[in-house]
């Protein structure tokens, strides 16, 4: 399955949000510096959808506030 994540790097709260079409809106206080926001988007998006973390993939968006995941189930 692909996830459809649109990130907010550096925020104050870490927060994720459902959008319309199963995409997710994920706030991190993380800095989009040395990949850091990247690596807790990625374990959040697996503690969403309840999956180990070695099961989510960052596919594309790497340097890119939109992002796509892979999940596998």
Known sequence: ??????VVAGAKKELV???????????VKEPAERNLANHRVRELVAAHLNLP??????LSGHTSPSKIFSAQS
């Open 1 to 6: 399955m692909y996830v459809s994540v649109r």
């Open 17 to 27: 949000e459902e959008l319309p079409k199963g995409r997710l809106k994920i706030w």
């Open 53 to 58: 973390l070695a099961d989510v993939r960052l």
